[in-house]
């Protein structure tokens, strides 16, 4: 079975780091992209980048770029999604999804939900 | 930037058919595809490439494009398809993406 299990969910203070993870299963990890999706409390999806595991190709939507970074580690099958210093307004459930060429986005992660309070 | 627009809520009586509108510049040489989030879980594919429905999605749920909207319609409305609906599609190099605002599927 083609899976992504995502890491748990996070407490932070704003201006601290953190990084979550989204691990494949069932599938050739370097062989798909990695999308990432924010859905902020209440609100819709939106789109916030793509990560090729197998080169680390990446491409941002403009409205995320220098504000998060995506990353990988192949020899685990594992996506990254990185702060390195989070405001209030990360507060948010962060999906990550396969993206099948010409047939959708397909399986999704169960999101991480991360919470930055002070 | 590129924008889907779709409308805030839909409401139909169970039975009945629900149509969920998306709306963008670049449909007619992009495919859309369409997803749906249940409260509190991840979103499902239920459409891909405009028309096409991925195995183990009902058959009450099909798509259609004309220009530049796309059409989900819910045949046969049935009470466990109150959910937020979603249209994704990219622009012409499919290197960006974007989602529509989403629709609210009430069933009455």
């Known amino acids: 079975e083609v899976q992504l299990v995502q890491s748990g969910a996070e407490a932070k203070k704003p201006g601290e780091s953190l990084k979550i993870s989204c691990k494949g299963s069932g599938y050739i990890f370097t062989d798909y992209w990695i999308g990432w999706v924010r859905q902020m409390p209440g609100k819709g999806l939106e789109w916030m980048g793509i990560f090729f595991p197998g080169d680390s190709d990446t491409i941002y939507n403009p409205s995320f770029q220098g504000q998060v970074t995506m990353s990988g580690d192949k020899s685990i099958d594992t996506a990254y999604l990185h702060w390195t210093s989070l405001k209030a307004s990360d507060t948010a459930i962060y999906y990550c999804a396969r993206r099948n060429l010409g047939s959708g986005w397909e399986p999704w992660g169960q999101g991480t939900l991360v919470t930055v309070s002070s | 930037s590129y924008e889907l627009t779709q409308p805030p809520s839909v409401s139909v009586s169970p039975g009945q058919t629900a149509r969920i509108t998306c709306s963008g510049d670049?449909?007619?040489?992009?495919?859309a595809y369409w997803y749906q989030q249940k409260a509190g879980q991840a979103p499902v594919l239920i459409i891909y490439?405009?028309?096409e429905r991925p195995s183990g999605i009902p058959e009450r749920f099909s798509g259609s494009s004309s220009g530049t909207t796309v059409t989900l319609t819910i045949s046969g409305v049935q009470a466990e398809d109150e959910a937020d609906y979603y249209c994704q599609s990219a622009d012409i190099n499919v290197t960006y993406w974007v989602f529509g605002g989403g629709t609210k599927l009430s069933v009455l």
């Open positions: 490439k405009d028309t």
């Open positions: 670049a449909l007619p040489n992009q495919f």
